[in-house]
């Protein structure tokens, strides 16, 4: 099993991704391949992103109630 990777690692992979697709560097054959690893990606962000705010607002309440 492979580690998950961090939020850079995920969003860099990601712009990769839809820049080959843009440029129509992937066939038909390995597109969806590539759009289930894009979705898969763009959780990981997601979800990141959400333990970060979720973060940030407990620091915020401690810094108002002490």
Same mark, same amino acid.
């Given at each position: 099993?492979? =580690?998950k990777p961090t939020y850079t690692?995920?969003?860099e992979e990601l712009q990769s991704l839809v820049t080959e697709i843009e440029?129509? *560097?992937i066939s !038909?054959?390995?597109l969806?391949?590539?759009v289930r690893r894009a979705t898969l990606l763009i959780r990981i962000c997601k979800? =990141?992103?959400k333990e970060t705010e979720e973060d940030v607002n407990n !620091?915020? =309440?401690e810094? *108002?109630?002490g």
């Open positions: 099993m492979s =580690k690692e995920a969003f440029r129509g *560097e !038909i054959d390995g969806s391949e590539k979800e =990141k992103l !620091i915020l =309440k810094l *108002e109630g």
